[in-house]
């Protein structure tokens, strides 16, 4: 199968090129994600394979190969795109204002296609069933996987594992990595407003000066990972937004920050909640104003079964060979792919999209980030691959 597989893959290399090229041509926003949705539908229509839509956009597919009871394994692959301005000169740049699939769910997506029209194709030579998860939502609270999963996508039937991959271009094209255990953070976002009477500027000693109040209490909120968190304990808290005022001699009444908040340990997450809380609270009133703050939970830490993710890196090496499989390193970032692996056991991989000779460098959630297209064929057959032998 390894070798059909492969085959397969080259195969159809070039048609899911063009998928892909569609997708990026039409990208879409968190859980408005129409259009995609329905040309996904018409793929798997055309695969022949059933499916069924969950939380408006989501396209829930099913393959049964022999014995389908046997074993049931999740594919998961996100769709929404990002609200920034594409940069790259390209015949299939996208057409939508301010939108780009700059974090790779194009490339997610149509690997997800690919492998599914090759299991499909193949039903007879593998036992168990694979489920399809085309999920939207993944970019924006609350996340579109806990939606599905509130809908019951874990059920129904009810898959024993899950697997996704996400583009990296700090990897190789042709390249796999695979990491056991806690791979990426806890993600939580932070809105505050602080509040005074304003005045002049001229004048600061008749009102509580809100520039001066938000300037102290960002230098102090880092206080709370400095001097409270354990250094080995990776965490980080960002205050990416300070916006107030708009003249020169005017004291502003109000000043809004927004940041962002990211844990790898999930005690330590809450207790800095409220640490962030209460520093924020108790600062900008001994200061004269009033603050509001809300925190938004958002994903948890994302969970790589240890077990799964071994056998996996194994399967990987017999597919891609030793030298293209490597350990993914920690990252800060965060994915709701972590909902899924808190609740059945899960395998997030990178798949290399970089080619430094075709200076295909730029970064995930930059105006710039391309991928080289023929990580295509190796993300569709691994997905395939890994479907049926990582067990």
């Not at 700059?102 to 593998?126: F, M, P, Q, R, Y």
């Not at 200061?287 to 939970?297: Q, R």
């Not at 597919?319 to 395998?347: Q, W």
Request: glycine residues 8%; contains cysteine; negative net charge.
């Amino acid at each position: 199968m390894l070798e059909k597989i492969k085959a397969l893959s080259q195969k159809y290399k070039d048609e899911f090129i063009q998928i892909r090229h569609h997708l990026h041509a039409n990208p879409e926003l968190s859980y408005v994600e129409f259009q995609t949705s329905k040309y996904i539908q018409e793929k798997l229509t055309s695969y022949h394979i059933p499916f069924e839509i969950k939380a408006q956009t989501g396209v829930i597919g099913l393959i049964e190969g022999r014995n389908p009871t046997s074993k049931i394994i999740a594919l998961r692959a996100d769709m929404d795109a990002l609200p920034i301005t594409e940069e790259n000169d390209v015949a299939y740049k996208s057409k939508n204002n301010a939108v780009m699939h700059a974090c790779g769910h194009d490339v997610h997506t149509t690997c997800l296609l690919g492998a599914a029209k090759i299991l499909s194709e193949t039903k007879n030579e593998w036992e168990g069933t694979v489920k399809l998860i085309f999920q939207p939502g993944e970019e924006k609270n609350p996340g579109g996987a806990s939606l599905l999963i509130n809908e019951g996508v874990l059920e129904n039937p009810a898959p024993e594992k899950i697997f996704a991959l996400h583009v990296h271009p700090g990897l190789e094209v042709g390249e796999f990595s695979f990491r056991g255990g806690m791979v990426m953070a806890s993600a939580d976002e932070i809105y505050i407003t602080i509040k005074a009477k304003g005045g002049h500027a001229a004048a600061p000693q008749l009102t509580a000066d809100t520039i001066l109040i938000a300037s102290h209490l960002i230098i102090s909120l880092q206080q709370i990972i400095s001097r409270h968190n354990n250094p080995f304990n990776p965490s980080v808290l960002s205050i990416t937004s300070f916006q107030g005022g708009n003249t020169t001699n005017v004291i502003p009444s109000e000043v809004k920050l927004m940041g962002t908040f990211r844990a790898m340990n999930e005690e330590w997450r809450f207790k800095a909640h409220e640490l962030i809380i209460k520093q924020t609270e108790e600062l900008v009133h001994a200061m004269g104003a009033t603050a509001e703050i809300k925190i938004d939970v958002g994903y948890p830490f994302v969970l790589n079964n240890e077990a799964l993710s071994k056998a996996a890196m194994v399967q990987a090496k017999k597919y891609a060979g030793d030298n293209k499989v490597s350990e993914t390193e920690l990252r800060m970032g965060a994915e709701d792919f972590a909902y899924y692996s808190h609740k059945i056991p899960g395998c997030f991989f990178r798949l290399g999209v970089g080619n430094k000779e075709k200076n295909i460098t730029s970064g995930v959630h930059t105006p710039t980030f391309n991928i080289d297209e023929n990580a295509i064929e190796h993300g569709m057959g691994m997905m395939a691959w890994l479907a049926i032998s990582a067990h």
